[in-house]
């Protein structure tokens, strides 16, 4: 199933693709998507409706993020090869865990706001996982079962916030709308290799990033049984699993973003998304 959330901001309704990629309304059958409406156990009880039985939304207008929010916003940092090279780093022997704040997460074609006095504004195309059953001390071969879906995200990160201030990564991370997500949530069956994905970004149309998964440093399956030896995962939690080589800190020169940039994200079989930049108020 691809799973979406469509309408204005703060009042989008749940909905899914059917085999023509319609938008079907899903109101009827749940309330939203988060937390316990995307456990393995909800997502089952989709499944099993008829989509061609469900009201077609004939303009959907606005596509929000495919969760309506989440208990945590987790991330992996320096997880491809190439991009821990990029940046002068060792590779971790161990993953790099950090979150954003959960306010970060927004729509996948709404505007990206530069923060204020930002000067180091980038881009990071990852793949998302979304937890669909509760984790603690898994194994990796029991790891993927745990998993509702995949979705794309930007994980939208200000350099200078996040290096050269000191302290923790997160607020480098976290300002409203650094956490495009979607377009849709791609329910796992639909994704049987995680680490056979392309993933790229292109800005204002040139190819910046332009990788696949498989040059991921801790797979999917490693990532959510290492976190589940710290920490119980939940169903609704996302996961960015890290970002390729080709951020606008890996450049030489480096380069950044300003408002007007237009970012094109995409992972193979998840959708894509397009965001504006635009300067914050």
Sequence with gaps: MKLLRFGPAGQEKPGMLDGDGQVRDLSAHVTDFAGASVSLEALEALRAIDSASLPLVAEPGRIGSCLASVPNFFCIGLNYAKHAAETGSEPPKEP????????????????????????????????????????????????LSHVAGYCVINDMSEREFQIEKGGQWIKGKSAPTFGPTGPWLVTADEVPDPQALKLSLDLNGETVQDSDTSDMIFGVAEIISYMSQFMMLQPGDIIATGTPSGVGMGMKPQRFLKPGDVMEVRVEGLGEQRQETVAAS
């Design 96 to 143: 790099i865990l950090f979150s954003k704040a959960s306010s970060a997460l927004s729509g996948p074609y709404d505007p990206v706001v530069i923060p204020r006095n930002s000067v180091k504004s980038d881009w990071e195309v990852e793949l998302g996982v979304v937890i669909g059953k509760t984790a603690s001390y898994v194994s990796e071969a029991e790891a």
